[in-house]
């Protein structure tokens, strides 16, 4: 799979910190999705602790689908 252009570090230390409120997805172009963390408190904390683990992982993508990895 292809690679993002967004920096793995910049979304690791977003989705640790500032994970709860959709800040890493707004970064990575995903917009939907990062109003419905930032209204939900990160669907109550359960997507913010899988987002942890899918950027960690490097499994988690970019709005167009590409890896955001190291």
């Excluded at 292809?2 to 920096?7: R, Y």
């Excluded at 793995?8 to 959709?22: A, E, N, P, R, S």
């Excluded at 999705?33 to 990160?42: I, K, R």
């Amino acid at each position: 799979m292809v690679k993002s252009e967004k920096s793995w570090t910049v979304t690791v230390l977003l989705v640790i910190f500032l994970g709860m409120l959709g800040v890493h997805r707004f970064y990575t172009g995903k917009i939907g999705t990062g109003l419905l963390w930032l209204l939900t408190g990160g669907i109550v904390g359960l997507g913010w602790i899988f987002d942890i683990i899918m950027v960690l992982t490097h499994n988690f993508t970019d709005d167009e689908g590409k890896l955001v990895r190291p």
